[in-house]
């Protein structure tokens, strides 16, 4: 869901005006961009849902914030949007774009991140996207529920736009299907048993079986929680309960898992970190391998490990593997799926990969890192590593990155200072959305 700067202080006067304009290309996040010349200015804006050569109609609702009023001149890249809940919904963005163009765009984005923020002026070394399924592929989803008080209506959905209102979604066009018989069924039960007062949100897994946890605000009558059980037996799904301190399972047995590329078991917790996509993830994670290359002698660093996604298939293939994580919980299960899968050779560790520890754990000198931050990137990292005297450096570095913008940021401190870039790749991860997924490989040449 895009993220609107909303300015403090402003005057009334300054927003909430409608304007007319045409748009001329599409920004990183898949807006509209219209500039229009007002009182002698030059005023870019960023409106949603509206392509290039299209003319809008909209409300400016802040700084450089827009509301859709009304659309001409349709793009020949229009399509009709398949899901009928996508006009309100915050969840999908790019769904009146079809897949083709979603692809376009996303590569033409991390191009000109790349020229802009880490300099690079040639054609990028583009290979093949990962894709998979367009439609029905999140494994994992949290749904907002809203209910005023007991016995009034309620609402169970995704944010609405640029909005903290709860869109009522019965079905998901881009969740598993069995994730949407399991919303089916749990509005039904919603229906009978007066629980949304008492839920802040619901997260839907499949791993490999379904499993619903709840986030819980108000404790839970005996009944109810009898009533969850018999919902867990009757559907043949595991429910956990997070009251915010203690993650509890109400169904014997329950467990979350996927399985590497090896067929090694990566057990998590509700509320870990997973990629929500799971064959884009067996393909991102083969090819990383793929890309790092690691030799039975190898020592491998690989940081922002979390659960071991990459961590295990690396240990099957080299020497050892260090693995940081800065969440010590996610550190304690990572250790504990590579000791399940007989791997010795994996050192798990906690800390801050922001701080100066990480400048003293490069100075061991591995020869392949891998590196899968989050947003806000890994700059620390690079810069260090940058640094380093020759002899210590990495002969390689594969970057898995969710964040274009950061990841051209660091990819300068890489570039202007020994390497190459010999791969990239799009990861459409999160196909119908303007999120982007891309992995680079960079090679030691100086």
Same mark, same amino acid.
Not at 192 to 212: C, F, R
Not at 365 to 377: E, F, K, T, V
């Given at each position: 869901?895009?993220?609107?700067?909303?300015?403090?202080?402003?005057?009334?006067?300054?927003?909430?005006?409608?304007?007319?304009?045409?748009?001329?290309?599409?920004?990183?996040?898949?807006?509209?961009?219209?500039?229009?010349?007002?009182?002698?200015?030059?005023?870019?804006?960023?409106?949603?849902?509206?392509?290039?050569? *299209? &003319?809008? =109609?909209?409300?400016?609702?802040? @700084?450089?914030? %827009? /509301? +859709?009023? !009304?659309?001409?001149?349709?793009?020949?890249?229009?399509?009709?949007?398949?899901?009928?809940?996508?006009?309100?919904?915050?969840?999908?963005?790019?769904?009146?774009?079809? *897949? &083709?163009? =979603?692809?376009?765009?996303?590569? @033409?984005?991390? %191009? /000109? +991140?790349? !020229?802009?923020?880490?300099?690079?002026?040639?054609?990028?070394?583009?290979?093949?996207?990962?894709?998979?399924?367009?439609?029905?592929?999140?494994?994992?989803?949290?749904?907002?529920?809203? =209910?005023?008080?007991?016995?009034?209506?309620?609402?169970?959905?995704?944010? !609405?736009?640029?909005?903290?209102?709860?869109?009522?979604?019965?079905?998901?066009?881009?969740?598993?299907?069995?994730?949407?018989?399991?919303?089916?069924?749990?509005?039904?039960?919603?229906?009978?048993?007066?629980?949304?007062?008492?839920?802040?949100?619901?997260?839907?897994?499949?791993?490999?079986?379904?499993?619903?946890?709840?986030?819980?605000?108000?404790?839970?009558?005996?009944?109810?929680?009898?009533?969850?059980?018999?919902?867990?037996?009757?559907?043949?799904?595991?429910?956990?309960?997070?009251?915010?301190?203690?993650?509890?399972?109400?169904?014997?047995?329950?467990?979350?898992?996927?399985?590497?590329?090896?067929?090694?078991?990566?057990?998590?917790?509700?509320?870990?970190?997973?990629?929500?996509?799971?064959?884009?993830?067996?393909?991102?994670?083969?090819?990383?391998?793929?890309?790092?290359?690691?030799?039975?002698?190898?020592?491998?660093?690989?940081?922002?490990?979390?659960?071991?996604?990459?961590?295990?298939?690396?240990?099957?293939?080299?020497?050892?593997?260090?693995?940081?994580?800065?969440?010590?919980?996610?550190?304690?299960?990572?250790?504990?799926?590579?000791?399940?899968?007989?791997?010795?050779?994996?050192?798990?560790?906690?800390?801050?990969?922001?701080?100066?520890?990480?400048?003293?754990?490069?100075?061991?000198?591995?020869?392949?890192?891998?590196?899968?931050?989050?947003?806000?990137?890994?700059?620390?990292?690079?810069?260090?590593?940058?640094?380093?005297?020759?002899?210590?450096?990495?002969?390689?570095?594969?970057?898995?990155?969710?964040?274009?913008?950061?990841?051209?940021?660091?990819?300068?401190?890489?570039?202007?200072?020994?390497?190459?870039?010999?791969?990239?790749?799009?990861?459409?991860?999160?196909?119908?959305?303007?999120?982007?997924?891309?992995?680079?490989?960079?090679?030691?040449?100086?």
């Amino acid at each position: 869901m895009a993220q609107f700067f909303k300015p403090k202080g402003r005057k009334k006067s300054s927003s909430n005006y409608v304007l007319t304009g045409t748009a001329d290309a599409l920004d990183h996040q898949g807006r509209g961009v219209v500039r229009i010349s007002k009182q002698g200015k030059n005023r870019v804006y960023f409106v949603p849902q509206v392509l290039p050569g *299209e &003319t809008a =109609q909209f409300k400016v609702t802040g @700084q450089q914030n %827009t /509301e +859709l009023l !009304a659309r001409q001149n349709a793009s020949e890249e229009r399509r009709q949007a398949p899901c009928p809940y996508y006009e309100d919904c915050g969840g999908c963005d790019l769904q009146h774009i079809n *897949e &083709t163009h =979603q692809r376009r765009h996303k590569q @033409q984005v991390v %191009t /000109e +991140l790349f !020229a802009k923020m880490a300099g690079v002026r040639d054609e990028l070394p583009w290979h093949d996207t990962l894709i998979a399924d367009d439609w029905q592929y999140r494994r994992k989803a949290r749904l907002a529920i809203y =209910q005023r008080a007991t016995k009034q209506p309620w609402r169970l959905g995704f944010r !609405a736009r640029a909005s903290k209102q709860v869109v009522d979604i019965p079905q998901c066009a881009v969740l598993d299907s069995e994730l949407n018989g399991l919303i089916s069924d749990f509005r039904k039960m919603l229906d009978n048993v007066q629980l949304g007062p008492k839920i802040g949100h619901v997260e839907l897994i499949k791993a490999p079986s379904t499993q619903l946890c709840l986030r819980i605000t108000q404790p839970l009558s005996s009944v109810q929680t009898q009533q969850l059980e018999e919902f867990s037996t009757t559907n043949e799904c595991a429910v956990w309960l997070d009251d915010g301190q203690q993650l509890k399972a109400l169904s014997k047995n329950a467990v979350c898992f996927d399985e590497t590329i090896d067929g090694d078991r990566l057990v998590f917790m509700p509320g870990d970190f997973i990629q929500v996509n799971a064959r884009v993830n067996q393909q991102m994670v083969r090819q990383a391998v793929n890309w790092l290359a690691p030799q039975a002698e190898d020592e491998i660093l690989d940081l922002f490990a979390g659960i071991g996604n990459f961590t295990l298939p690396l240990a099957r293939r080299a020497k050892s593997v260090t693995a940081v994580e800065g969440v010590s919980a996610m550190t304690t299960q990572l250790a504990a799926n590579a000791a399940a899968a007989n791997l010795s050779n994996v050192h798990a560790q906690t800390f801050d990969l922001s701080t100066e520890q990480v400048s003293r754990l490069l100075e061991k000198g591995y020869q392949r890192i891998l590196l899968d931050p989050a947003r806000a990137g890994a700059e620390t990292v690079c810069q260090r590593i940058a640094q380093l005297e020759s002899d210590k450096q990495p002969e390689q570095i594969v970057y898995v990155s969710c964040s274009p913008n950061t990841l051209a940021r660091d990819s300068r401190w890489l570039l202007d200072n020994g390497y190459e870039m010999t791969h990239i790749s799009l990861v459409d991860m999160f196909v119908q959305t303007h999120h982007i997924e891309t992995m680079v490989s960079f090679k030691k040449v100086v």
